[in-house]
């Protein structure tokens, strides 16, 4: 009788424990987000980019809880008007986030930069480009993509989607491994291979932005959409810097009303490599 | 047992004394680069990872090779190779410890390493990478260990042994399994995104792993009177062959697929490791001597390994097993993960040349590997001899 009860207890017991834990392992193994994520999804329900404002989330993209998806739009136009105007967005995103510049090129950290428009859009066709084109550079950054690979491929979830869809780091958790950077297919990350406030960064150490760390040496860095500024109401680095030209328009994709929405409404935009399903929520008007 | 490796002649103590000299000057590097960081190697932002992840990636191979024996012997029942298979298990944690160590001085912040286990990550390959590194070396240690305590006892190995020992054989599939989807599932890295790089792995791994066994045993032969026997030689040399046959098609058919879809992103790595790659004016082709090698190499072993006369002859048997085994690392112990990086993201090409301190770390891993597989064989070496005493 005991024996009977022993076992019933037992098998019991291991039922529970398979009970609540399958579904929480397969809901990861599955869909590779969060479960809080997963129902997110499947009560807000947010347009993708592009699509309408209530049609469901589109696959694979990872949809955070709160619905939104920070997003830019950057109109090359304006910066070829404006020429000068890029490199006025590059220094103040070096400004406000202490990032060194090492002569040597095999150092170099990066997160906001211009190169050759075939650079930045391999995929697109380049036979013969209007000469304005073939000569521009466009400013490249991270693409804070919905479906981030780079997120995917952290084994320490250092980097990740917060709750504003941006993919951001945290420099305290990441192991240096570069397993993101090699997950990346827009070459947006750089690694800190030796220490950023070396004086040959040409970091001026008494005239720090205080309102954003420096780094160390060993952990990935990338642009960030400016999360602390937008903690604080302000708008990304880059974007003031472009002041009212409009060359650069930010905001929430997920949000039929924003501003960055009726700018997409109303051009034709591109996005990098969009093949790769990675969603990128950085769009071009050329 | 360990008391056998505490006895050996003058050649033994001077080999490892040798290697010793090598983890010495390895581990002056390394603390070099653990003060600096990483800008000491000649990796850049477009080539992330170098030798130390490349020979990582072979090295899982080499320990997966070692399922080539065990599979036969505990499957098949092929008593041919039972007095080896103890050889295959110990090369496995000989190769996997390198592997360990290679990850530890490729990580920009080794001190956090267990920021794996502390935040475990489901969808990250590297997360499953340790899971079944760690799981295969465990078992290799268990299994080796205690079949080799049963052998010097002369009695049958416990029964629950061999549970871990069937557990074993599916796990050298998954540990170059799990190693090819660190590259195969990234989007965006041409080369990389084939379906056909597991099976390749495996395939060059099964071709490399035995290749290094029949090497070191025709040593063990000279200078400790070890013989594996003929018939189990031969056997693992058809083993290599077929796998080295098998892995110079998977290569063959990514050049086909490359150059007949004439799709830019197929050929551009290809081209650029065995041909060079023409960008703004400025041939790359760096890789491209390594990678010929590779081609000549394979070929030379190859060739050694098959025809019965050299094939019988053990000097030419070592050359042959030898030149396999180089050859199988310059294709992915070098090309595969370096070549992958180019052309970058942004379609430009960064060469990658590695620093005189990242290459001595390189080779004190190596180093370490070795000591750690000497001691090892030594071992199974002096129990075999007693036994038989």
């Known amino acids: ?286 | 047992m360990f008391e056998k490796a505490l006895k050996g002649n003058n050649n033994y103590w001077m080999w490892l004394g040798f290697l010793g000299t090598f983890m010495a000057i390895g581990a002056i590097c390394y603390i070099r680069q653990f003060n600096y960081g990483l800008g000491l190697t000649g990796m850049s932002r477009d080539v992330s990872w170098g030798l130390y992840i490349s020979n990582f990636t072979f090295l899982v191979g080499v320990a997966a090779g070692g399922v080539m024996l065990v599979l036969p012997y505990y499957v098949h029942n092929y008593k041919v190779f039972g007095r080896i298979t103890i050889l295959g298990e110990f090369l496995a944690i000989a190769a996997l410890t390198m592997c360990l160590m290679f990850i530890i001085a490729d990580l920009g912040q080794p001190i956090r390493a267990l920021n794996v286990l502390l935040h475990p990550t489901p969808n990250s390959m590297l997360f499953w990478d340790m899971i079944v590194l760690n799981g295969y070396l465990f078992l290799n240690i268990i299994c080796g260990w205690v079949i080799l305590t049963a052998e010097r006892k002369q009695v049958k190995p416990p029964k629950w042994v061999y549970i871990f020992v069937y557990i074993s054989i599916p796990f050298a599939i998954s540990i170059h399994t799990v190693t090819a989807m660190l590259y195969c599932g990234l989007p965006g890295r041409h080369f990389w995104l084939s379906a056909i790089i597991a099976p390749r792995f495996l395939a060059s791994a099964f071709a490399a792993g035995p290749a290094l066994i029949v090497f070191v045993s025709l040593i063990l032969k000279r200078v400790a009177h070890f013989d594996a026997g003929r018939e189990a030689t031969n056997k693992m040399v058809t083993i290599i062959l077929y796998a080295a046959l098998i892995n110079a098609f998977f290569v063959m058919l990514e050049f086909f697929v490359g150059y007949y879809s004439q799709i830019p992103g197929h050929m551009h790595t290809l081209q650029y490791l065995f041909f060079g790659l023409e960008h703004h004016g400025h041939v790359y082709n760096n890789l491209v001597p390594f990678m010929w090698g590779f081609v000549v190499l394979t070929l030379t072993g190859f060739t050694l390994l098959a025809i019965p006369y050299t094939r019988r002859n053990d000097f030419w048997l070592a050359i042959g097993s030898a030149a396999l085994f180089i050859g199988l690392w310059l294709d992915k112990g070098i090309g595969f993960v370096l070549g992958g990086f180019v052309p970058s993201p942004l379609e430009e090409i960064t060469e990658y040349y590695p620093t005189f301190n990242e290459i001595m770390i390189t080779i004190a891993v190596w180093c370490t590997g070795f000591f750690i597989l000497t001691v090892l064989y030594k071992i199974a070496v002096g129990v075999e001899h007693e036994v038989e005493a």
């Not at chain 1, 619905?67 to 000068?84: E, H, L, S, T, W």
């Open chain 1, 1 to 286: 009788m005991d024996k009977k009860r022993r076992e019933f207890l037992k098998i019991a017991g291991i039922s529970t424990l398979a009970g609540l834990g399958a579904p929480a392992v397969v809901d990861r193994l599955v869909s590779g987000v969060s479960p809080l994520a997963a129902r997110a999804a499947v009560e807000v329900q947010p347009g993708g980019h592009g699509a309408e404002s209530q049609a469901p989330a589109e696959h694979g993209a990872e949809v955070v809880p709160t619905g939104k998806q920070y997003g830019m739009v950057i109109d090359v136009r304006k910066f070829i008007a404006q020429p000068g105007l890029a490199d006025e967005c590059i220094k103040a995103c070096n400004v406000s986030h202490n990032i060194p510049q090492f002569p040597d090129p095999k150092d170099e950290i990066k997160w906001i930069w211009l190169t050759g428009h075939e650079n930045a859009f391999p995929d697109n066709s380049q036979y013969h480009l209007s000469e304005t084109m073939e000569n521009n550079q466009v400013l490249v950054l991270c693409n804070h993509c919905a479906n981030p690979p780079c997120v995917r491929a952290c084994p320490t979830k250092a980097t990740f989607k917060d709750k504003n869809g941006i993919v951001a780091m945290d420099y305290h958790r990441c192991i240096g491994c570069r397993f993101c950077m090699a997950a990346c297919p827009y070459g947006s990350r750089s690694f800190n291979w030796r220490d950023p406030r070396d004086p040959q960064g040409g970091l001026d150490m008494n005239n720090l932005n205080r309102l954003f760390p420096t780094r160390m040496r060993g952990v990935v860095e990338k642009c960030n959409f400016c999360v602390e500024r937008l903690g604080r109401g302000e708008e990304p680095a880059c974007v003031a810097a472009t002041g009212g030209s409009k060359a650069m328009v930010f905001g929430d994709l997920n949000d039929p009303d924003s501003e960055i929405r009726q700018v997409l409404k109303q051009n034709y935009t591109v996005q990098r490599k969009p093949s790769l399903g990675t969603k990128p929520s950085v769009f071009y008007i050329i």
